[in-house]
């Protein structure tokens, strides 16, 4: 891990409530990845790694073309669907639980593991990222693992649905919500932002609602590198919140909610939700 005291002593400021990102996630990254070395650069590689899996997703289900910035081209992609049909090794430089994800959807073992074929591409992608050796990164994603798995949580008690198939991934939290039958799942003594989700899911806005758990993740990020002055933890987390800039700047009201709205009908589409709670 080196130090990168002048690139982190020259960044802007940035704020969530910014009406323009100081840079954009791709100049950040252009800006500052011939300075890392190798290993900061992987960790970095990271978030553009959850880009690749939503493309991927969306090359395996035919769905829409999506077109997020990633480590991938589409090409890469599709040869590694390629390679799975015809029982070839995986790519070299693609993680193996890409790989793996693909073999699964095509011979659709996917469904032992979750409702959704999208719940098993990221319950497969937390748990890679959760296992590198930088402390602050795997905590990073444990806690969002942590505080999307108890927004599901509560909407699959709500509604009836397999807390089994639902949850996403394997830490501790993840085994907790699917086991306990305690109301908290036990966990509102063991994670202290449980009851921010909590309280944040009582917001009947949906697009403040997802800002306010932006906001949580960007108090996170700022409290978790508190005494990170000039590593690659303090990078990642500026390039994370960057993205958190970029994607507001780039909704208006309007089209926020017209998003929710869809994310929300796609949800109701696609799983077993009761009539009355439609």
Request: with cysteine; glycine share 4%; proline share 1%.
């Amino acid at each position: 891990m080196g130090s990168y005291y002048y690139l982190i002593s020259g960044l802007a400021d940035i704020s969530l409530d910014d009406s323009k990102a100081a840079l954009s996630v791709d100049q950040f990254r252009a800006e500052v990845f011939d300075s890392l070395s190798a290993a900061d650069r992987k960790l970095m590689d990271l978030l553009l790694l959850e880009n690749d899996c939503r493309n991927l997703l969306s090359a395996v289900t035919a769905d829409s073309a999506q077109d997020y910035k990633g480590l991938f081209s589409a090409e890469q992609l599709e040869e590694l669907i390629v390679s799975v049909k015809q029982q070839d090794k995986c790519p070299e430089g693609i993680p193996q639980f890409m790989y793996r994800f693909v073999q699964e959807y095509q011979d659709e073992t996917w469904r032992e593991y979750a409702l959704l074929p999208e719940d098993r591409l990221w319950s497969l992608f937390y748990d890679y990222a959760m296992q590198t050796d930088n402390k602050f990164v795997s905590s990073w994603y444990s806690f969002n693992l942590d505080v999307n798995n108890i927004q599901t949580a509560i909407t699959a008690r709500k509604y009836g649905l397999d807390m089994q198939k639902v949850i996403v991934g394997q830490n501790e939290t993840a085994h907790a919500l699917r086991t306990s039958g305690a109301r908290d799942w036990g966990l509102s003594q063991e994670l202290d932002y449980f009851d921010d989700v909590v309280r944040l899911l009582e917001e009947d806005d949906l697009a403040q609602r997802e800002r306010k758990f932006d906001m949580l993740r960007w108090r996170w990020l700022e409290d978790n590198t508190f005494f990170n002055y000039f590593t690659v933890e303090r990078l990642f987390s500026y390039m994370v919140r960057l993205g958190m800039v970029e994607r507001w700047t780039s909704l208006d009201r309007e089209k926020g909610q017209q998003l929710f709205r869809e994310l929300i009908g796609t949800l109701k589409d696609q799983t077993e939700v009761p009539a009355e709670f439609r």
